[in-house]
């Protein structure tokens, strides 16, 4: 079984910057995805960002230029720099552990961007 612990959400304000962390335990391939997933109210969730063990990243449009992933692949860790921030990015913040056939979930976690 793999955990998935996240970290960082908060409230900030438009143009702030948060750091999302994300730690994952349990048995994990060597070779996996790891990424950032959001949804807002009333929206279905959508991918953020995702990097590969051999950290090659993906990014949606929207937060490109504004957010940075990066990952430690000796402690399973992913963490997400959110700069210049605004209100249209608020949501829970999902991180995501995949790999083969297995898809892994963290609890989530809010940001919140005030104007």
């Known amino acids: 079984q793999v955990q998935l612990v996240e970290s960082g959400g908060g409230l900030v304000q438009a143009g702030g910057s948060l750091r999302l962390s994300c730690a994952a335990a349990?048995?994990?391939?060597?070779?996996?995805?790891m990424g950032w997933y959001r949804q807002a109210p009333g929206k279905q969730r959508e991918l953020v960002a995702n990097?590969?063990?051999?950290?090659?990243?993906n990014y949606v449009e929207s937060v490109k230029g504004r957010f940075t992933i990066s990952r430690d692949n000796a402690k399973n860790t992913v963490d997400l720099q959110m700069n210049s921030l605004k209100p249209e990015d608020t949501a829970v913040y999902y991180c995501?552990?995949?790999?083969?056939?297995?898809?892994?979930w963290g609890q989530g976690t809010q940001v919140t961007v005030s104007s």
């Open positions: 990097i590969n063990s051999f950290g090659n990243t």
């Open positions: 349990g048995s994990i391939f060597s070779i996996n995805v």
């Open positions: 995501n552990l995949r790999f083969s056939s297995y898809n892994y």
